[in-house]
């Protein structure tokens, strides 16, 4: 429960930055204020970026009194939440805005689209930072420490991130409850009722990603046999309360739906397939840098190319059964 109010604090001001946006798209004098809190927000986490730095010189000070068994990589973690950070401020700058509109289909005069633009910055360079100090954090030795320490992920967990988060995420962003109606909403979102052809498509895109998954395990197995028992431990070690049936479920349900509304139903009208891949496979910060991520990211452009023949219902489905699958063979 303590993880998932953490999880939520941290998510908020994302979530406060994407109404604040829709809000002021119907009220242009509200735009200053969203651009003020844009920058507050970025100048702030530049902030928590040098205080990690700061640690980092720190520690090895603390550490020759009282030695600690990491190597913890906190100068890399706070530069890339600074530099991702920074990006995001000079996303608000108008030559950059259209610079970033030709590439992606977005309005560069779209306070909407803005804040989408620069908290994509914001979040992909926090995602960075998570991923590279977790991967100098988790040492073997740390985690063999840990997993008899009841250390891992709760329903709660899951039900606030990627379930609650992304879903309301995804809501705000396209409008709900300022700029469009529920009947919009889900029309925007790509609600709809699949035919049976959609439907056998995104099955067979489920067997695809289980054979590319199960193929892609014996692949990294065999060329980082340590790599692999390490990323698989940490996973373990964080799913272990979710097996069998209804593990399964809370696994495939929560993120199907939360991370097929938020990428899929809102994120990639405006930014396209690949960029919107790229960006899903860093909140997968679990896997760290990896072949776990890559294989993340093509899931990431099936889905994509999944979306644009059918719809986002179709999505959530295939990427709850891939997971559900999943869970039950790593159970197994």
Request: charged share 10%; net charge neutral; hydrophobic share 55%.
């Amino acid at each position: 429960m303590d993880n998932a109010l953490v999880t939520l604090f941290l998510i908020l001001p994302f979530l406060t930055g994407i109404l604040l946006a829709n809000i002021a798209a119907l009220n242009a004098n509200l735009r200053v204020l969203q651009f003020l809190y844009l920058s507050i927000l970025n100048i702030g986490l530049m902030g928590v970026g040098l205080l990690v730095i700061l640690a980092g010189i720190v520690q090895p000070m603390m550490a020759a009194s009282q030695p600690v068994a990491t190597s913890t990589d906190w100068f890399g973690a706070g530069a890339m939440l600074i530099i991702g950070c920074a990006i995001a401020l000079a996303a608000l700058l108008k030559p950059i805005r259209e610079m970033a509109a030709r590439l992606f289909a977005i309005d560069p005069d779209s306070i909407v689209h803005i804040t989408a633009l620069s908290m994509t910055a914001t979040a992909v360079g926090g995602n960075f930072a998570q991923m590279i100090f977790t991967n100098s954090l988790f040492t073997p030795e740390l985690l063999s420490q840990l997993e008899g320490q009841g250390i891992s992920a709760t329903f709660m967990d899951v039900l606030i991130f990627p379930l609650l988060t992304l879903s309301i995420a995804a809501l705000l962003g396209v409008g709900w409850l300022t700029r469009r109606n529920w009947d919009a909403v889900v029309e925007r979102l790509g609600l709809t009722m699949p035919p049976p052809e959609h439907l056998a498509l995104g099955i067979a895109m489920t067997l695809a990603f289980i054979g590319l998954g199960f193929a892609t395990d014996q692949v990294w197995a065999q060329m980082d046999p340590a790599g692999y028992q390490r990323i698989g431990g940490v996973s373990s070690a964080l799913m272990k309360n979710f097996t069998g049936l209804s593990g399964a479920f809370a696994i495939g349900l929560t993120a199907g739906i939360g991370e097929e509304l938020f990428f899929r139903g809102a994120y990639q009208r405006r930014f396209g397939i690949v960029a919107t891949a790229l960006v899903f496979a860093t909140f997968h910060i679990q896997y760290f840098i990896s072949i776990a991520t890559a294989l993340v990211f093509v899931i990431g452009l099936c889905l994509g190319v999944l979306r644009q023949r059918t719809s986002v219902t179709v999505c959530i489905l295939a990427h709850f059964l891939y997971n559900f699958v999943s869970v039950l063979i790593a159970g197994a």
